[in-house]
């Protein structure tokens, strides 16, 4: 038996949780309508160039990932969009797909911009914007998502992650 650290064994030890996915966006939707044939999902941006951290509360409140806190989640458990750019296809696959991931959820920028980030987790003290809001790490994030909606509409916009 391996021990860590007196009376502590690596298996009684929490697995950690990170997050990975992209952004895409519907450019011809905003130009065509939703239902047009070139209305399809494009690739944006790599949530790992925008994300420094997994803060276990931020992915509580917004996908129910370890949510000892008691958030009501803004996008649990929503799976891989049917509709997926290819891009965001080939990245998930590298991951190792639906096998080797728990957990698969998507969220528009509709979405988050008419959140209450007010809303406290079950304790009552805690918000929702001091867990991932524009104060925290996901603030790049819902940067970069904006910039995209103000060009190709809120509806068109959205993030995809997954978790390891």
Do not use: K
Not at 7 to 32: F, K, N
Not at 111 to 128: F, V, Y
Request: net charge negative.
């Amino acid at each position: 038996m391996e021990m860590l650290v007196t009376g502590v064994r690596r298996q009684d030890l929490p697995m950690s949780t990170d997050v990975s996915g992209m952004i895409e966006c519907r450019p011809g939707a905003h130009l065509w309508g939703p239902a047009d044939e070139d209305s399809v999902w494009e690739v944006g941006i790599d949530l790992f160039l925008l994300n420094r951290g997994n803060a276990y509360d931020g992915l509580a409140c917004l996908f129910g990932i370890r949510n000892s806190f008691g958030f009501l989640p803004l996008a649990e458990d929503r799976g891989f969009p049917d509709d997926a750019s290819d891009g965001l296809r080939g990245e998930f696959a590298g991951y190792g797909g639906p096998h080797n991931v728990h957990g698969t959820t998507w969220l528009t920028w509709a979405e988050l911009d008419s959140a209450d980030w007010q809303e406290t987790d079950a304790s009552g003290t805690r918000p929702r914007a001091s867990a991932a809001g524009i104060d925290t790490d996901w603030v790049r994030v819902w940067s970069v998502m904006r910039i995209l909606s103000e060009v190709h509409g809120a509806e068109n916009v959205r993030l995809v992650v997954w978790f390891h």
